[in-house]
């Protein structure tokens, strides 16, 4: 049997501590601060100014290094399309190191496949 790959399989964190989505600590020390938004509207627009809001908490944090994270869905082919719209919007995300996940999922309306997503930028 295969077993799954993942990036962090598990990881030591406190939610919401220090107005953070999430912390990793190592050693009793803050690692990585990480903060969480959703795009769920089809442009993006509504979400934006939440997501530079929490890069420019991300860029003022006492850590090692810190990770925006985005969640998301849309049509089958149209992911790596709504990143650059993203980087577009965010110039902070267009320049930095980034890893996207997507899978294939089914969805109760039109169009009836897609694809969910996250994505993680390294904003330092």
Same mark, same amino acid.
């Given at each position: 049997?295969?077993?799954? /790959?993942?990036?962090?399989?598990?990881?030591?964190? +406190?939610?919401?501590?220090?107005?953070?989505?999430?912390?990793?600590? +190592?050693?009793?020390?803050?690692?990585?601060?990480?903060?969480?938004?959703?795009?769920?509207?089809?442009?993006?627009?509504?979400? /934006?100014?939440?997501?530079?809001?929490? +890069?420019?908490?991300?860029?003022?944090?006492?850590?090692?290094?810190?990770?925006?994270? +985005?969640?998301?869905?849309?049509?089958?082919?149209?992911?790596?399309?709504?990143?650059?719209?993203?980087?577009?919007?965010?110039?902070?995300?267009?320049?930095?190191?980034?890893?996207?996940?997507?899978?294939?999922?089914?969805?109760?309306?039109?169009?009836?496949?897609?694809?969910?997503?996250?994505?993680?930028?390294?904003?330092?």
């Amino acid at each position: 049997m295969r077993g799954c /790959v993942s990036l962090l399989s598990r990881w030591d964190t +406190i939610p919401e501590k220090w107005g953070q989505d999430a912390m990793i600590f +190592i050693n009793g020390e803050v690692s990585t601060v990480i903060e969480m938004k959703c795009w769920l509207t089809e442009s993006g627009r509504t979400e /934006v100014p939440g997501i530079r809001d929490d +890069i420019g908490k991300l860029q003022s944090a006492k850590s090692k290094s810190a990770i925006m994270m +985005i969640f998301s869905g849309n049509p089958d082919g149209q992911t790596k399309k709504n990143i650059e719209i993203l980087g577009d919007n965010v110039p902070e995300l267009k320049t930095a190191a980034k890893r996207v996940y997507s899978f294939p999922t089914i969805q109760l309306f039109e169009p009836d496949h897609a694809n969910f997503w996250v994505c993680g930028w390294q904003i330092r």
